[in-house]
């Protein structure tokens, strides 16, 4: 989980939600818990030797805890912050497939370690056992210089979510591939 908050400590849109390092701290780990804190139950948790990258999925029919997190970020933000988080939550919640497909909740790198391919090797790795699984993979990018890497992967553009002040999420799918 510390690689994880590590990276995800220069995400845009967790950082949209707590901007102030203090805010990140306190509410990140619970957050990330409620979106994908399944991923520990189904053993979906995949991470490099040296644990400076990780990727939690979701497997197929397995969502994140909506009304948790719903709940949750009533509790922690405020007024047209709010508002403008839960019109982007409602919208990405939409932009979800729905057949039956593994969702990367998230993927990151220790900042440290970034552009060292270890990311590409988890989503090698990953991708490789979706395929055989004969799913639909699924994720939303909150950094528009990923879209490549994505795309690279087979992920194709599904859409571009912007609420008021919010960052970008763009929402990808990858259909499975013969191996």
């Known amino acids: 989980?510390?690689?994880?908050?590590?990276?995800?400590?220069?995400?845009?849109?967790?950082?949209?939600?707590?901007p102030e390092p203090h805010e990140?701290?306190?509410?990140?780990?619970k957050l990330l818990d409620l979106i994908s804190g399944k991923a520990f139950e189904h053993n979906t948790v995949y991470h490099t030797e040296n644990f400076t990258c990780c990727a939690l999925w979701l497997p197929p029919d397995v969502h994140p805890d909506d009304e948790g997190i719903s709940k949750y970020l009533e509790e922690k933000l405020e007024g047209p912050l709010l508002k403008e988080v839960s019109a982007?939550?409602?919208?990405m919640s939409k932009s979800i497939p729905k057949e039956a497909c593994w969702h990367l909740s998230f993927i990151a790198a220790d900042?440290?370690?970034t552009g060292k391919g270890?990311?590409?090797?988890l989503l090698n790795h990953t991708l490789r056992?979706?395929?055989?699984?004969?799913?639909p993979a699924y994720l939303e990018s909150t950094n528009r210089a990923?879209?490549?890497?994505?795309?690279?992967y087979?992920?194709?553009?599904?859409n571009e979510i912007q609420i008021g002040n919010s960052p970008t999420v763009f929402t990808m799918i990858r259909q499975p591939r013969e191996s």
Not at 1 to 18: A, E, K
Not at 24 to 29: Q, R, V
């Open 129 to 135: 056992l979706i395929d055989e699984d004969k799913k």
């Open 1 to 18: 989980m510390n690689t994880l908050l590590l990276g995800l400590s220069m995400d845009p849109i967790i950082r949209w939600y707590f």
């Open 154 to 158: 087979g992920f194709d553009l599904l």
């Open 88 to 91: 982007l939550e409602s919208e």
């Open 24 to 29: 990140f701290l306190s509410n990140a780990p």
């Open 111 to 113: 900042p440290a370690q």
């Open 118 to 121: 270890h990311g590409s090797k």
């Open 146 to 152: 990923n879209l490549t890497l994505y795309e690279r």
